[in-house]
Every structure is written in C-alpha cells, then in structure tokens.
C-alpha cells in the first residue's frame, strides 16, 4: 500500500509541476524540433524555423510534432476563435501546452512498466516507484524531445513482444500470434524508425527474441518468416509517413518529390565532419558518464549485474565448453539475462557514433527499472536513491539555465505593454551566452513585427560591443523627428554581466532572474561563496540607453 500511495504522489508530483512549470531548459532541441516550428505553422506565431525542417534539408519527419505540438496548439487556435474566453493564447500557455501533452503521454510508460513487471519477474509497485521517481521521468519525459517519443515507443514495443519472449521458470512453445500483432509491431518499429532511425539500436534485441521465441525451429528459413510478419505493418506506416513528410515539405518552387526524412538524417550524421559540429565524445561516453548521469545508482547495479553474469558465462564456459554452454538452461534460470540484453545492446549500439548526449539513452529507463527491482530482494540505497533524482530533478529542471523561459515572460509582458501606446516603438531584443531563446513564448505576430530577436551565442564582448553600435544606428530609430521609440535589452547570464560594462552604454534598468545556470559560463567557486553569489546564479536582462555621442569613438577597455 505504501509503494502504491508513493507511486500516486510521484505521479501527481509530475503533472503538477509540468504545471508550475519547470523553469530549466535541458536543450535546444525540447523547443526547437517541436513547438517552435508548429507555432509558426499553426498559429501564424514569429519562430526562428531550424534547419532540419527547412524543404532543403528535411531531416525531421514531422508527423510527431504535428501530433504532439501540433495538437496543443491546434486546440488552443480553436479556443482562440470559438472558446468562451479569449486572450488566453500567451506565452505561459504556449510553453505549458505541449508540454502537459506530453506529461499525459508519459503515464504510458507506467502502463507498459505495470503490464511488464510480472512477466520480467520484477516487483510491479517498486518498478513504478523506481520509474515516476527517476528525475528523467519528471523533467526529459515531460518535455517536447523526440527521445520521449522514442522512450514512449520502446516502452510498448516491450509490452507487445514480452508475452512470448518474457523469461519463463518452464519450457514454453512456440504460439503463434494474431495477424494484426506482427502489424502492429511493424508499425511501432517503422514509427520509432521514422522519429529517430536510432530506435532499430533499442528494437534489435526485442524484435530478435520475439522471432526467435516463436520460431518453430531456430533456423533462418523460420525467423525469415517471423520478419516476414512484420512487412505490412512497416510498409503502411512508413507510406503515411512518407506522404505526410513530402506534402508538408512541398513547395511551389520544388517539384513534388517523395521525401524520406530518415534517409535525409542518415546522410547528414553519417558524415563525421557534420557529427564534430555538434561535438564530438569518447567511445565510452554512454557507459562511464551518461549512463551514471541519468540513472545513478541504478546504471550502477546493471553494470555489476553485468559483471557476475560474465563471469559466470566464463566459468560455464570452461566447465562445459562452447557448444554446451549455448544450450545451457541454468544461465538462463532468471530474466536477468536478457534484461540486461535489453538495456546494454543499444547503449552499446549507441556508442558506436562519436555524437554521444546523455538525453539518447532515455528510452533505457523501462528495462532498467525492471532489472533493478527483482521481487526476490528490496531496491536497495534508497536514501541515496531519493537525494540523487531530487538533486537531478532541481538541476535540470530548475537551475540549468533556468531564467531563459522566465525571462523570456517577462520580455513578453514587456512588448505587449508599451510604455507609451500611441508611440510606434522598436524592440531589440540580443540574447548572448544564453541557449537559443525560443521565440514563439513571445508570442510575435509573424507578420511586421517591430520586436527583433538576435541570438549572439557565445560571441566575443568586442563583437558584442560593436552590434550593440550598429544596432542604435539602425534607421528605426535615426529617423527624422524620432517617430518611432527604440529600446534595447540585452540578456545575458550573472558571469558574464561584466562584459557589458566595456561597452559604455547607459544602463537604464536591470532585472534578474534568479536561478540560472550556465556550464558554458559557469561562475567560479570565489564568486559563489561572495555576497554576489546571487548575481553570478541569475539571468540578468540589461535596457541600454542611447550610447552619448562622445563615447562612440571611445576604445574597448
């Protein structure tokens, strides 16, 4: 009873604080592979379009952010234009709206995880626990990633080949499915291919172990005929998709092709120059780091689990030989084997890239939690169990880089709210040392809006120094009887706030965004242990006033 009130807890802890919301921003890719580009799309809202959804490049497929974000704010429009309230399209909203679709989302894997448990031998409510505590289910499987997806589709790909494929204390025989079971395996497979080709590394050892369970004998002739179960599904999802993809890149200046977005993203990662542009990392990456950052302790016990069961197919080995070690029953006497299957072939599949984020190996939460909650002993370090996914679960959902969206709230009101209304009035809006800064929470009209975003990145502070000149000398606000009023923040994090100070522009007014984080600027240890801890831990967005006409010529310091 206690796992089970636990389990409600966790579970009403996600969707309330999908709610609140979470202020950290993980990556990029959470906005801009998703809501960024179906607000433009749908609701007409300023986006900064990425290149993988451009008709050029198509790299994306864009049917799960038609069904996910696309979704969202596809009610939202309706509500806009037929609900009883409007005005309730703003930048809360917009954030929180695909975001709560995904939460909902999410309770699938708890389903999946309550229909595997007893078939893997796992304890149902400590797996639960396990999952809805786990700082990855509360902060990556509430966000707009296509690795949720991914994760959500492994999850049932499992529910669907376990029944057969589940260890067992007896012998089983090979039953024969449903037709419509290997079509929805296929579609499953072709969907998950479709939304990031890495999920065939995640569906290799379950689709091997469901045909070679209900093969009538292990030869190729009858596991052949098991894929060949698969075909009609894989053929009619991937047709939707391909028909989907090439009617939403189509263009008036582009003949009418047949886009094949997973073709389009081999080509691109395949290439090792295009990979070192997003980083490149050690082979063992996954195992020795991203592994323990994501899972902890949990990543801990696979890898010892690992170790004893090579060791003892070793002492197998040399007691009984090769050929007798293979039909050996006794290594198989408990689901541990393939669940460790499960969980280190594709993490060892995904090492294999030199591109290696920790945020990739998310869908390997279900068969951990299994592994690690066997019914025969308790979830050990329990204590450190909870401080590692609560110190998880504030890092990345609070802290790291955590007064972006907030400020990008207060940007918004700041806009929408001009402070003399009958003026026209110029906004320039420069983000630098910050991530992308999603544009549709500001909630722009696409069309002439006089608010220009700018994202600097991690540019030098000389280069910085002169667009800030370049920009109070843009003819908008140069015109003849100053017709139009122009003002310009600059966001950028509490360490690198010195840096403006060698511009020698007039600061009108200052606000911080307490906490946020950057690892690509992070404040020394000095600083955070001076009376200014909290300026160098915040978001600091800076309106400049007009640089004096005697400081224009001045030197950078």
């Not at 499960?342 to 390997?364: C, G, K, N």
């Not at 600097?456 to 370049?470: A, P, S, W």
Request: hydrophobic residues 45%; aromatic residues 12%; positive net charge.
């Amino acid at each position: 009873m206690a796992s089970r009130l636990l389990w409600g807890s966790l579970g009403l802890l996600r969707l309330v604080w999908c709610l609140l919301p979470q202020t950290g921003y993980v990556h990029p890719d959470e906005f801009f592979q998703s809501p960024e580009v179906m607000a433009e799309d749908i609701l007409g809202i300023e986006a900064a379009r990425p290149w993988e959804f451009h008709p050029s490049s198509s790299c994306r497929t864009v049917v799960f952010p038609l069904l996910t974000s696309g979704s969202a704010f596809w009610l939202l429009r309706l509500w806009e234009e037929w609900g009883p309230w409007p005005g309730l399209l703003r930048g809360y909203v917009l954030l929180v709206g695909p975001r709560l679709l995904l939460t909902a989302l999410s309770f699938a894997l708890d389903m999946a995880v309550y229909h595997l448990a007893p078939l893997w031998g796992a304890e149902r409510w400590n797996a639960l626990v396990l999952l809805s505590g786990s700082y990855v289910t509360l902060v990556f499987y509430t966000r707009t990633f296509s690795n949720a997806i991914e994760g959500l589709l492994f999850a049932w790909l499992l529910a669907l080949v376990s029944p057969r494929v589940a260890w067992s204390p007896t012998p089983k025989k090979p039953t024969p499915c449903p037709w419509w079971h290997g079509w929805l395996l296929g579609g499953i497979v072709a969907a998950g291919f479709f939304n990031r080709p890495t999920f065939l590394a995640f569906a290799l050892v379950p689709l091997f172990l469901w045909g070679l369970c209900g093969a009538t004998n292990p030869g190729f002739k009858s596991l052949s005929k098991e894929a060949l179960g698969l075909l009609p599904g894989v053929t009619l999802t991937a047709a939707v998709f391909v028909a989907v993809d090439s009617w939403y890149f189509s263009s008036p200046s582009r003949s009418s092709t047949l886009v094949l977005t997973p073709a389009n993203f081999l080509h691109y990662n395949l290439d090792p120059q295009n990979l070192a542009r997003h980083g490149t990392h050690l082979r063992l990456t996954h195992l020795a780091i991203n592994g323990f950052l994501l899972f902890g302790i949990l990543h801990a016990q696979a890898l010892q689990a690992a170790w004893q069961q090579l060791q003892a197919c070793l002492q197998a080995l040399a007691q009984m030989g090769f050929r007798r070690v293979l039909d050996a029953q006794s290594l198989l006497s408990s689901p541990r084997p393939h669940l460790l299957l499960l969980y280190f072939v594709p993490l060892a599949l995904l090492s294999a890239f030199s591109h290696q984020e920790a945020r990739f190996l998310i869908p390997l939460l279900v068969p951990l939690v299994l592994l690690c909650s066997p019914r025969t002993r308790p979830v050990p370090c329990k204590g450190t169990l909870v401080l590692f996914n609560a110190l998880g679960a504030f890092f990345f959902g609070c802290l790291h880089q955590g007064g972006l969206v907030p400020g990008l709230e207060h940007l918004e009101r700041v806009v929408h709210t001009p402070v003399l209304p009958s003026v026209p009035t110029h906004y320039t809006l420069l983000f630098t040392h910050t991530y992308m800064p999603p544009r549709h929470l500001l909630h722009l009209s696409g069309l002439g809006s006089p608010v220009e975003v700018v994202d600097m990145g991690g540019t030098e502070d000389q280069v910085l120094c002169q667009t800030l000149n370049n920009f109070t000398r843009q003819p908008a606000c140069q015109v003849a009887a100053r017709l139009w009023l122009c003002r310009l923040f600059v966001v950028t994090p509490g360490t690198t706030r010195p840096a403006m100070e060698k511009c020698s522009f007039p600061l009108k007014s200052e606000t911080l965004v307490f906490p946020h984080l950057t690892l690509e600027d992070p404040p020394a240890l000095s600083s955070l242990l001076s009376k200014a801890w909290r300026d160098h831990l915040s978001l600091h967005i800076l309106e400049l006033g007009e640089k004096p006409n005697n400081m224009t010529g001045k030197p950078l310091p």
